[in-house]
């Protein structure tokens, strides 16, 4: 079909049993009545090629309207609505889009059907097809353009899928309230699936730690989706192992007969138990006995717990071994990572980039102890776990470093999981010493809440009463606005910025600055600038492809035209810091860069002071775009690093 019959067949499915006169539907698509009638042929024929049971009935001096079952009718509806592109969006959005049309279609798509359905010309798809396969590089995952054929997508059933619910998460995000959802799925199908999760937590003992039903609607969408164009997959032996006799498979069974009694679909059992291990990849319990794969993953959990605790007390030199509450806050969150990690899932952690760029040093300690870890294994631990857990150890950090001043006790109420809250708990901590958050709760737990008079003013993210309690509600990522509100609600002013100075020729000389480099490719940007770390001894010739790897497994981009790339320390010999700017901006994976600060460190050096200092520059960088464009611009390598010997 094409867009016009689209459009014809929508609106006789909204119209229903009311018949349509062949002018109106000629004004309505703007074409004459001639070329309606042809339309309605091209239906027919597609009816029934696809073996729907649904006709076009004539009735002279009335009009026309569409025979077709609820079944069937949901069925052309679910097809349009997952083809449906909204004709708003950004660039990035529009690949997501195209990322999401390939995932999904049964055979090649040409440059010619893709800028159709998305109102662009050729060139345009084509850029973009570039952009996509460069995000996709790390996702075992591959883009194959023929010539007379059109572009199609190889991978497995299974990594189909988490790429499908990753770009749902991303796309849903942006839209509140899961608006986005009714583009892809019939609003039959989305009510009754979240129906059944809700029947599932009303039937059950379940305790949901992290409101992660989104997401598990999302792969329950996806699902049902691939199974009725016949595309399932299978289990191994080892992930039954994992499930079986497990709290997760019954809590999949029920969904799943709920479904099959509504939509009537079957789920195979592979599947069943697929969405069992998906359940069992989030923050969801129930109130009696563990489940015994719970019980087998506690040993990992708690080594992995211990050696966080003792690196990041020899590193930064702050012990946290008597923080309960980051404790319970990291056994809770690795329970569900180490399930992810070994069903290959992967979690959505919109605030990665944020988390990366406001606590980088932390972040680099984390991804380094964890990779170190996970050494021994064939387990790559993604950059979304690492920022989970920086945000957790931040807040742990910073509840050590409270002032001892007036302290306000208060509540974070947010409905966007644990991860989230965790973030917004450390930034409130970070720019409030004085703000003691005692618990993080939902809106559900915060109307019960027993211990209300006990606090000064609570903290949401949702509108909700609390009395004659304040509430203070900001954004999840608690931007300059809400800064603001908190100050004036505290009656204190804003402190002034205090200049800083930083001794860069610790980690870098003249020698490791490249000015206005011309390169078109961040491969080469990169092996240019580990070639002179090699030269001087700095780093082992290995060290190019660790870094090359981490960059291919995740882009280093952490803010507007900037990058940090950066290897395996036990590959580094003498820590250093070596700076490029690039004549024009270079595409880096997310974005554009015109900022390289290529980190070489040895693992002792990460928690040293200065090197917080460096990031506290690039951040204040990184916010002072006049700032980031002056350094662009010199093409003195002592100027530039003079850049980085103040911040505010």
């Known amino acids: 079909m094409n867009v016009r019959q689209k459009q014809l067949l929508e609106h006789l499915l909204d119209m229903g049993e009311n018949p349509v006169t062949l002018k109106s539907l000629a004004s309505f698509v703007g074409c004459s009545e001639r070329t309606v009638r042809n339309d309605f042929n091209q239906l027919t024929a597609y009816f029934e090629k696809e073996n729907y049971e649904a006709h076009l009935v004539k009735k002279p001096g009335v009009g026309i309207h569409l025979d077709v079952g609820l079944y069937e009718k949901q069925k052309l509806q679910s097809i349009l ?34 800028a159709d359905r998305f109102f662009v010309n050729r060139s345009v798809i084509r850029e973009d097809l570039e952009h996509v396969k460069e995000q996709v590089a790390g996702f075992q995952l591959e883009l194959v353009s023929k010539p007379g054929q059109g572009t199609f997508v190889v991978a497995s059933e299974r990594v189909r899928r988490e790429i499908l619910a990753k770009l749902m998460r991303e796309i849903n995000a942006e839209e509140q309230h899961g608006k986005k959802l009714s583009e892809f799925f019939s609003p039959q199908s989305i009510s009754i699936v979240n129906e059944a999760l809700q029947v599932l937590v009303n039937e059950t003992d379940i305790v949901i730690k992290d409101n992660p039903m989104n997401s598990i609607a999302i792969h329950i969408l996806f699902m049902i ?13 080892g992930e039954w192992d994992l499930i079986k006799y497990s709290k997760a498979l019954t809590y999949s069974e029920q969904i799943t007969d709920y479904l099959h009694q509504k939509l009537n679909i079957y789920f195979p059992k592979d599947e069943i138990g697929y969405l069992a291990l998906r359940i069992s990849s989030f923050n969801i319990h129930h109130s009696g006995d563990e489940d015994s794969y719970y019980q087998e993953i506690s040993k990992e959990v708690e080594k ?43 979690i959505a952690n919109p605030l990665k ?17 964890v990779d170190e870890f996970f050494k021994a294994t064939d387990i790559t631990v993604p950059e979304e776990e690492v920022a989970y857990l920086t945000v957790h150890l931040q807040g742990a950090l910073e509840r050590q470093k409270k002032a001892a001043e007036m302290t306000y006790h ?72 809400d800064l603001a509100v908190l100050h004036s609600f505290l009656l204190e ?24 480099m011309k390169a078109t490719e961040k491969e080469t940007v990169i092996s240019e600038m580990v ?60 974005g554009d860069v015109q900022l390289v600060a290529l980190l070489a460190l040895k693992k002792e050096d990460m928690g040293q002071k200065e090197l917080k200092n460096f990031f506290s520059i690039l951040h204040y960088i990184n916010e002072s775009p006049e700032l980031l464009h002056q350094i662009i611009e010199e093409k003195d390598r002592l100027k530039v690093l003079s850049y980085f010997k103040y911040y505010s």
Request: proline share 4%; with cysteine.
């Open 531 to 590: 070639k002179k770390l090699v030269a001087q001894n700095y780093v082992a010739e290995g060290y190019l492809d660790t870094v090359l790897a981490r960059e291919s497994n995740s882009s280093t981009r952490i803010g507007s035209l900037i990058a940090l790339p950066h290897g395996d320390p036990q590959q580094v010999m003498t820590s250093s810091i070596s700076l490029a700017t690039l004549e024009t901006p270079l595409s880096w994976g997310n």
């Open 304 to 346: 992995i717990i211990a050696v966080l605790i003792a690196e990041i007390h020899h590193l930064l030199g702050i012990d946290l071994s008597e923080d309960h509450i980051l404790l319970d806050n990291l056994k809770q969150h690795l329970e569900s990572t180490f399930t992810r990690i070994n069903s290959g899932f992967h």
């Open 225 to 237: 989706e691939r199974i009725k164009t016949n595309e399932s997959l299978t289990l191994s032996d």
């Open 493 to 516: 002013f804003k402190p002034n910025r205090v200049s800083k100075q930083f001794d860069i020729t610790r980690f870098s000389q003249p020698f490791l600055v490249e000015t206005q």
């Open 353 to 369: 980039d944020e988390i990366r760029r406001t606590y980088t040093q932390l972040f680099l300690i984390v991804q380094t102890i």
């Open 410 to 481: 208060t509540v974070i109420v947010c409905e966007y999981g644990m991860g989230v809250s965790a973030f917004l708990e450390a930034k409130i901590n970070r720019h409030f010493p004085n703000i003691v958050v005692e618990k993080l709760v939902s809106v559900q737990e915060f109307s019960t809440y027993s211990e209300r008079e006990q606090l000064d003013f609570a903290i949401t993210t949702v509108p909700c009463q609390a009395g004659e309690l304040p509430v203070l509600e900001v954004s999840p990522l608690l931007s300059e606005a």
């Open 81 to 114: 609505l997952k083809n449906k592109i909204p004709m708003q969006y950004s660039r990035e959005m529009q690949q997501r889009y195209i990322l999401v049309a390939l995932l999904m279609a049964q055979e090649p798509l040409s440059l010619d059907e893709l």
